[in-house]
């Protein structure tokens, strides 16, 4: 799925809205999203990890949240996605946060 790859360093380009390195479980949560049915994402919030464990600032952790809360409520631009494909292939995906009901587009559990 190396689409994946180019979808998540595209989104997380310099310049763009949500400029940082992706982390591990960014690539992980776009990977599922695109893998699976439905996703459920627990912790991907605040400044920290969910584990606190150290992380570098060039993750910029608060807008890789901000992409995450994106992808979830459907609420990318166009410019967003490196190409066509891939930004219908996202209109597809299920993915929740399990701590924030209230996120548009994350009214109902999975």
């Not at 991907?44 to 464990?53: I, K």
């Not at 809360?69 to 996202?90: M, V």
Request: net charge negative.
């Amino acid at each position: 799925m190396e689409f994946v790859s180019a979808f998540v360093h595209h989104l997380r380009r310099d310049g763009g809205a949500y400029a940082g390195k992706p982390t591990t479980g960014f690539h992980a949560a776009a990977t599922m999203a695109f893998a699976c049915d439905t996703v459920t994402l627990y912790g991907f919030s605040g400044t920290a990890t969910l584990d606190g464990h150290a992380i570098s600032k060039s993750h910029g952790l608060e807008l890789e949240h901000a992409a995450l809360d994106a992808l979830i409520s459907h609420t990318l631009t166009y410019s967003d996605f490196p190409d066509e494909r891939t930004r219908i292939a996202w209109q597809g995906t299920r993915m929740w946060h399990a701590h924030a009901p209230d996120l548009p587009g994350n009214t109902s559990t999975p």
